[in-house]
């Protein structure tokens, strides 16, 4: 039982890393999230090293919680790092403009959030008040 729940954490921190990312990702765009709440320079560095510090336990959690009792298991398990740090590094790589587009998002969205962004009206006129 000790083992199943060794294993159920290191997946619990593995799925962990998929959604971290991409939140800083997208914390570190000043379109996206404001000029005054996006990462600055600093932050970038610091966040990047905790990201490879995050890869790296997981990586290491991986290969001391499952047990290698065949020469299989050794490739089996190198297989699955390499997939995983790839993964990871195309989803912290991927260009964010291709899929975060503002304005279309933004021409998509109810009429209230149109009004919020100055993009559409209620049809109430300004210049009479």
Do not use: C
């Not at 890869?55 to 499952?66: E, G, P």
């Amino acid at each position: 039982m000790d083992l199943l729940s060794e294993i159920i954490n290191v997946i619990q921190a593995i799925v962990l890393s998929f959604t971290i990312i991409p939140l800083l990702k997208l914390q570190a765009h000043a379109e996206i999230v404001g000029p005054e709440f996006a990462f600055g320079r600093i932050a970038r560095v610091a966040v990047t090293v905790l990201t490879l510090a995050i890869v790296t336990l997981n990586a290491y959690m991986v290969v001391s919680v499952i047990p290698l009792v065949s020469p299989g298991m050794y490739v089996a398990m190198i297989a699955v790092i390499i997939v995983y740090v790839a993964v990871l590094s195309y989803t912290a790589a991927f260009p964010l403009r291709s899929v975060w587009n503002t304005r279309a998002l933004v021409d998509r969205a109810p009429a209230p959030i149109r009004w919020m962004f100055g993009r559409a009206s209620f049809g109430v006129s300004t210049s009479a008040i």
